[in-house]
């Protein structure tokens, strides 16, 4: 009853910037917190940034100073605007988020991704 879908990947140079949108629909009552993770080919998956409710942000630190991540909490979506992307930062982004349905119970729940690639 939970979806998220994800926009807004695709192919870019290094030095470029991107902006990826992930929005949560259904039986939702309260989202505490959204993010983004991304995982590249050999890889484990890994935090790239998330914010809570009332606004707090985390940040993996290869990109501090580079990616911002913001909310709509109106339209339950979460953005991640990616500036001056390096060609390491290449990787499937997945939108995650940690809700609270109509009955109350918690779960987190994952998009299917979107491709990210940088070139040098």
């Known amino acids: 009853q939970v979806q998220l879908v994800e926009s807004g990947g695709g192919l870019v140079q290094a030095g470029g910037s991107l902006k990826l949108s992930c929005a949560a629909s259904?039986?939702?009552?309260?989202?505490?917190?959204m993010g983004w993770y991304r995982q590249a080919p050999g890889k484990q998956r890994e935090l790239v940034a998330a914010?809570?409710?009332?606004?707090?942000?985390n940040y993996a630190d290869s990109v501090k100073g580079r990616f911002t991540i913001s909310r709509d909490i109106a339209k339950n979506t979460v953005y991640l605007q990616m500036n001056s992307l390096k060609p390491e930062d290449t990787a499937v982004y997945y939108c995650?988020?940690?809700?609270?349905?109509?009955?109350?119970?918690?779960?987190?729940?994952w998009g299917q991704g979107t491709q990210v690639t940088v070139s040098s």
């Open positions: 995650n988020a940690h809700v609270v349905t109509s009955t109350l119970y918690e779960f987190h729940y």
């Open positions: 259904g039986s939702i009552f309260r989202i505490n917190a």
């Open positions: 914010i809570t409710s009332g606004g707090n942000t």
